[in-house]
């Protein structure tokens, strides 16, 4: 039975509205929310995903590594060019896939066969890794706010790592018991963040003004800078811009997806991009070179320039502290709206608990209570050192390189996926083969860079970040395990213990008659897929739910 997936194409409008009305057909007797997120909350949510903690505290580390105030803010232009060219390919798989899940849809379409095991391994990943580094920054920089006379070294790690929990658990909380609020907050949060980082640039201006400031080696030489150091450098920037991608992942809520997911996402991206460089330009212009290579706080380069500009920390680091709080509530609800649609497929154990929707709050509890509680295992299976945390938070950055280069490559599959489903369409943003090898190796190739270059280097003392390369593998080697495990129930393994599996896709021309209410959900929600269980005597239970 052939999916009636629509593709959002510019080029035949009917398809979209027919992807609109479809996906909202069944919302009142299934899981599928409704599309009703507008260009405000959706410019807001990518705003809050990109703007964190990131420009607070990289410019210090690339002038360290390039050594030049200019040549920082080329890298800074560059990686605002650079985030332009990543969103077309986001935006052309949104346009094909319109629903929640993101990757885990994007990449099973284009990678198809074997069927599932894409799904099996992105899954196994996303659920015990993608949790939320910047609670751990929020609890970071409350006690900073507690113990301002100490270094950044001498924080207690313990305190900080009870504080992220608390926090974790109460954006999840949050989200869940006064979704409404939460977006509500999303909007003003973004607002805060906007005129916070023009305030920033403002008083850089101003303080630009005065004796020994930043301008008087604004233009100092060279001396040992190198092609590795740059890249390094970029690497900064691309993480300090990236959360852009994850109001992708929710398209299955957002009304028209295709012109409001274009509009907010260069909207969000080009008033990102301009304040990231006039906060760069503030701090190099405001402060000397010396001077941003010194921070001692956990506040880093921006609180040298608040005591400077403003005479304090103290503000400086309670607006971090929000800034952190809110991308962690936006970035919450994303990665728990992507757990929710594995879950929709029934291939993982709890899949009924964890892909409910609360049909009092709309919320997706039991996603959200799976996230606080892998994010707490996370935390207990890491030493409490300053360089275990940031080892625990950066796995799931290096995974989500690994998986970004293989949606770079899916990006090329993509087209005749779509042609084989539905021949009318047609790429709405990449058009041309020229775009599309343009950016596509581009995206593959600083992807493949970002993996290299940031799991070699080794400091003396630190958990090797080698280690982030073997988890991956491990998480892919779980993944190929789990689904032959699949694999050998659907057969002769299944019928002799007295426990098959069997998988269903809407394409499928034999699905009982029993099933079909149940694969149009899966139609639905986008995944065209569900896993069922037989348990002796040879009949349909239910969904795999353990």
């Known amino acids: 039975m052939e ?23 069944f919302t009142e007797s299934t899981d599928v929310p409704r599309r009703q997120l507008g260009f405000v909350q959706v410019s807001s949510m990518m705003i809050n995903q990109m703007i964190g903690t990131g420009i607070f505290t990289a410019p210090a580390y690339v002038l360290l590594l390039t050594q030049s105030k200019p040549l920082g803010l080329g890298l800074w232009a560059l990686g605002g060019v650079y985030t332009f060219l990543s969103a077309s390919v986001y935006l052309e798989f949104a346009n094909a896939f319109p629903f929640n899940g993101g990757p885990l ?37 409350i006690v900073q706010l507690m113990y301002p006379d100490a270094n950044a070294d001498e924080l207690d790690q313990r305190l900080i790592n009870i504080l992220q929990v608390v926090a974790q658990g109460a954006v999840c ?22 005129v916070l980082l023009f305030a920033f640039a403002v008083a850089g201006f101003i303080v630009s003004r005065q004796a ?3 301008t008087s080696d604004f233009n100092r030489g060279v001396s040992t800078w190198s092609s590795i150091d740059a890249l390094a450098a970029m690497i900064y920037i691309i993480f300090t811009y990236e959360g852009w991608e994850y109001t992708n992942y929710i398209a299955g809520e957002i009304t028209a997806p295709k012109e409001t997911l274009r509009k907010a996402m260069f909207f969000s991206i080009g008033i990102v991009t301009a304040l990231y460089m006039l906060v760069t330009c503030a701090y190099y212009t405001a402060l000397t070179y010396n001077t941003i290579q010194a921070p001692a706080n956990a506040f880093g380069v921006a609180g040298i320039f608040a005591q400077k500009a403003f005479g304090s920390t103290t503000g400086i680091g309670a607006a971090m502290a929000i800034s952190a709080l809110s991308n962690t509530m936006a970035i919450t609800y994303a990665e728990s709206k992507v757990m929710q649609a594995i879950a929709w497929q029934s291939f993982m154990p709890f899949s009924k608990f964890v892909g409910r929707q609360s049909r009092h709050f709309n919320s997706p509890g039991g996603a959200l209570l799976l996230h606080w509680i892998i994010s707490i295992l996370v935390l207990l299976a890491y030493p409490t050192t300053n360089d275990a945390s940031s080892f625990a938070n950066g796995t799931f950055d290096y995974g989500y390189e690994f998986m970004m280069a293989f949606l770079g490559i899916g990006l090329f599959r993509l087209r005749g996926r779509m042609r084989a489903l539905n021949e009318e369409w047609r790429p ?4 041309t083969n020229y775009s599309l090898y343009l950016v596509g190796v581009a995206f593959i190739g600083l992807n493949i860079l970002m993996l290299v270059v940031t799991a070699y280097p080794h400091l003396p003392g630190a958990i090797s970040r080698f280690w982030w390369a073997v988890e991956v593998v491990a998480i892919i080697t779980v993944g190929v395990g789990y689904w032959a495990g699949l694999k050998a129930l659907q057969g002769k393994i299944g019928r002799i ?29 986008g995944s065209n897929r569900r896993v069922f269980y037989k348990v002796k005597p040879l009949r349909f239970i239910k969904c795999i739910e353990f």
């Not at 989200?175 to 003003?188: A, E, G, H, Q, S």
């Not at 709405?428 to 058009?431: E, F, Q």
């Not at 599996?501 to 499928?508: A, G, K, N, P, T």
Request: charged share 20%.
């Open 173 to 194: 909380l949050a989200l869940y018991f006064v979704r409404p609020l939460c977006f509500m907050l999303n909007n003003l949060f973004a607002i805060f963040k906007v």
């Open 212 to 214: 020994n400031s930043g």
């Open 428 to 431: 709405a943003y990449l058009t």
């Open 3 to 25: 999916a009636p997936r629509r593709s959002n194409s510019s080029h035949d409008e009917k398809d979209r509205s027919d992807v609109e009305s479809f996906s909202t057909n």
């Open 497 to 525: 213990i007295g426990f098959q599996v069997e998988i269903h896709e809407s394409r499928d021309d034999d699905i009982p008659e029993s099933l079909r209410a149940l694969m149009s959900q899966a139609v639905a929600d």
């Open 105 to 141: 849809i994007w990449l099973d379409e284009t990678f198809h066969r074997p069927a599932l095991l894409v799904s099996i391994i992105f899954s196994i990943f996303w659920i015990f890794f993608a949790t939320s580094g910047n609670s751990g920054s929020f609890a970071t920089y």
